[in-house]
């Protein structure tokens, strides 16, 4: 009796460790199988400060950090910023202290503040926002307004505010998502998330690497994805 019930206890220890060698090995694979959900900050991303009201202008993949503002929730670029790297037709006429834009038609004359526009036959206009906002002596132009009359795409994008701006237009490969895609910092299920896209967004393709893709998305990160996905 003795001897049977020290087997008995031997083999309790020994399928106990057995169990234990199993769960552990469950644990491990599950632990490396896994995608981690942490999430890189988007300010650590594009190098910016967290406490900056400012927001990031991208054009066609270039950072235009502390560029744009918001008023009254409508974003707003410097007029000098949109002549320079947007639409020569908006320029800014010192003498009249207003911002002009030129069509191949007329000239139209926004003062700061004001809803309410001209052209050069003296005809008026009205929006529903001010076109030109004068800041500590800059001047400013409504996003939303120079999109209107540029030939670009654009998307907005939060932490950091930002909007990604395409003005180039030549031929560039997408892909789209098949369903609710992580974007990683690399290739890999263990790279934190940089942004998660939904079903259906076209993503720019970049890059062809294995089982994962280089692209970049709406909100201008790049980074990548399962190709699976």
């Given at each position: ?5 020290k ?45 900056t ?18 008023i009254?929730?409508?974003?707003y670029?410097?007029q ?25 038609s ?7 503040g ?9 005809e ?10 004068n800041v ?22 939060d ?25 990683r ?29 280089q ?7 790049t ?7």
């Amino acid at each position: 009796e003795k001897n049977n019930g020290k087997r008995i206890r031997t083999l309790i220890v020994f399928a106990a460790a057995v169990i234990m060698v199993a769960v552990m090995a469950v644990m491990f694979l599950i632990v490396r199988y896994t995608p981690t959900k942490n999430k890189m900050s988007g300010y650590s991303y594009f190098d910016i400060d967290k406490d900056t009201d400012k927001v990031l202008v991208i054009i066609d993949g270039q950072n235009y950090p502390d560029t744009g503002m918001y008023i009254d929730d409508r974003l707003y670029i410097p007029q000098s910023f949109i002549e320079n790297n947007v639409n020569v037709r908006f320029y800014y006429d010192r003498e009249a202290q207003s911002l002009m834009y030129t069509d191949p038609s007329h000239v139209y004359t926004f003062a700061s503040g004001s809803n309410e526009y001209y052209d050069d036959r003296n005809e008026s206009y009205k929006t529903d926002y001010p076109v030109s906002q004068n800041v500590e002596g800059e001047c400013y132009v409504a996003w939303e307004y120079v999109a209107d009359y540029t030939n670009c795409t654009y998307e907005y994008g939060d932490e950091p505010k930002r909007v990604n701006i395409t003005l180039s237009h030549g031929a560039v490969s997408c892909v789209t998502a098949e369903k609710k895609v992580s974007v990683r910092y690399r290739g890999g299920i263990k790279s934190p998330v940089l942004e998660v896209v939904k079903k259906g967004t076209r993503l720019e393709f970049l890059d062809d690497l294995d089982d994962w893709i280089q692209v970049t998305t709406p909100t201008g990160i790049t980074g990548y994805v399962k190709k699976s996905e």
